[in-house]
């Protein structure tokens, strides 16, 4: 038998990849060499692809400020698929990034009618108790969307710099959309931002962990950070040849440009609207002196946020996850012998009988059993692989497989909700 030994095999990435190829999304294990003690969805390829991800191995293996942010709407159950987006926060976190999380409230206030007082309720008990027990430190930041004045005041700055037909292609927005849900879209936009603002200490590189579909909103903010940044560095060639960089202001304030050329060390030429630069050694340092000067100046700096992107979980019964079939997905407040109940009964990727099992081998790359292992149930690389080569190669059976699994979907559960218990009484360390 022509065994596989790559026990990441299962995760289908290349499907992915070709999704985003033309939008420019990079692979992320060229990355890996970078990082220092990667996380296991990292090392299994889970996360696949990044935009502007070396900006945040650069800060972090050179001490240098970076922000890691993400938001939860509190429409209904924490399931897994949460703790996944929660747990990359938590690790950036850990790595030294400055964590931010936002609970929608005006995106599930908008989109769902959901009532103030209900979207706090789940904001707090399913999302943020979760957030805390699972390692959350209390130097980030939580907050609500309702609540954040500058995350308020940013989302109508970017409203000017939106306009209906490019929200529309992203969000489907048709003339039946409300204007609150559109606002709540550029509230989304302002949320990935405002971790540069100054009151946080001003432009630094922010990653997005994201799910494979939301890229269209990465772009969207990256380009409306773009807009928003008083001036804009082009790569030009001269006539005979020869490059060099503009940076051209419509809007800058009287002696922003002129300063500008004044701290840009070598050859500049100012003239009206932009300022030319000859021989340039530094395009990172050009780049700060940008930024310090639109502050300066009163305006903003955004350094285009980075994003990676990970695969979803399938549903327990194979097919989608999906919130309206709770047997489909685990929720981390619900009955650990219920969820365990629930994995004992999950769509295997096992062969009808246990002689063609033996014969030919179980497919991990079509079981959700195997998945719930290699996301959330198994640390390990090396006891992950022995159960991958084991399945492949026909020595093992589904039962001894959904039984480990079971029995560490219950103990994890059970943890995490002792660990949630002590969460609650935690929660004005958060401000909560
Ligand atoms: Fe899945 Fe385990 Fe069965 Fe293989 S042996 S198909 S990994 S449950």
Redesign the pocket.
Known sequence: MNMKIDPWSALNIDDYSKLFEEFGILPFDQLLPEITGPHRYMRRKIIFGHRGYDLITDAMNNGKPFSVMSGFMPSGKIHLGHKMVMEEIIWHQQQGGDAFVGIADREAHSVRGMSWEKCRDIGINEYLISLIALGFEPHGHIYFQSDSEQVKDLAFELGSKANFSELSAIYGFTGETSVSHMLSAVTQSADILHPQLEAYGGPKPVVIPVGADQDPHIRLTRGLGHKMNMFKIEGRENKDGRHYFSIRSKAAPEGALKKLAERISGRTKLFEGHVDVFDLDDFGKLQKIVREVELEFGGYAFVPPSSTYHRFMSGLQGGKMSSSVPESYISLTEDPKGAANKVRKAK???RITLEEQKKLG???DK?S??ELLLFNLVEDDGELAQ?YNE?VSGQ???GN??ALAAERMEKFLKEHQELREVAKDRLDEYGL
């Open positions: 295997t990727g096992g179980g497919e991990p079981c059993v195997y159960i399945c093992k059976v589904c497989c959904k």
